[in-house]
């Protein structure tokens, strides 16, 4: 499982534990797994796809940002997201 946190400057979005998050990198679409590398990466705008640990999944929109991967924790820091 991973630890996922969607913030923005007004506050924390959605926190919980998730399989999988897909977010929409600079260089392309790209998925989280659980034990992903650690990685930093700019976000452009686009839909963000969660999978949660039950199953269910989660999509917002973002307006960008940047993701940040390292041992099981994701965080995501973006201007904007709606759901």
């Keep these: 499982m991973m630890n996922i946190q969607v913030l923005t400057p007004k506050g924390k979005v959605f926190e919980g534990t998730a399989t999988a998050v897909q977010v929409p990198g600079s260089a392309g ?14 976000l452009e705008a686009g839909k963000v796809r969660i999978t949660l640990s039950d199953g269910t999944r989660k999509e917002m929109a973002i307006q960008g940002g940047f993701v940040e991967v390292l041992r099981n924790e994701v965080a995501l820091l973006v201007t904007l997201a709606e759901a």
């Excluded at 034990?35 to 700019?42: D, E, G, L, T």
């Design 29 to 42: 679409l790209f998925e989280v797994l659980e034990n992903h590398a650690p990685i930093v990466s700019s």
